[in-house]
């Protein structure tokens, strides 16, 4: 009976520690999926900064080159 005990409670543990590692491996991929979200709008962010800081140097300066 006792050994009948060891064997569940250790198969227990196996089973939280499982669970636990999934939960932990699902955090991360949230956590890329959410760094690569955040790095594709501050791109698309940046873009459009310096497309608009490129129009308004053009339209304070005109289209002069040095």
């Known amino acids: 009976a006792k050994?009948?005990?060891?064997?569940?409670?250790?198969?227990q543990k196996e089973a939280e520690k499982e669970a636990e590692r999934a939960a932990k491996a699902a955090e991360k991929q949230k956590q890329e999926l959410f760094k690569d979200v955040t790095k594709a709008a501050t791109s698309i962010l940046g873009q459009i900064g310096r497309?608009?800081?490129k129009q308004i140097m053009r339209g304070l300066f005109g289209t002069r080159k040095r």
Not at 3 to 11: D, I, S, T
């Open 3 to 11: 050994e009948a005990e060891k064997a569940a409670a250790k198969a």
């Open 51 to 53: 497309d608009a800081s």
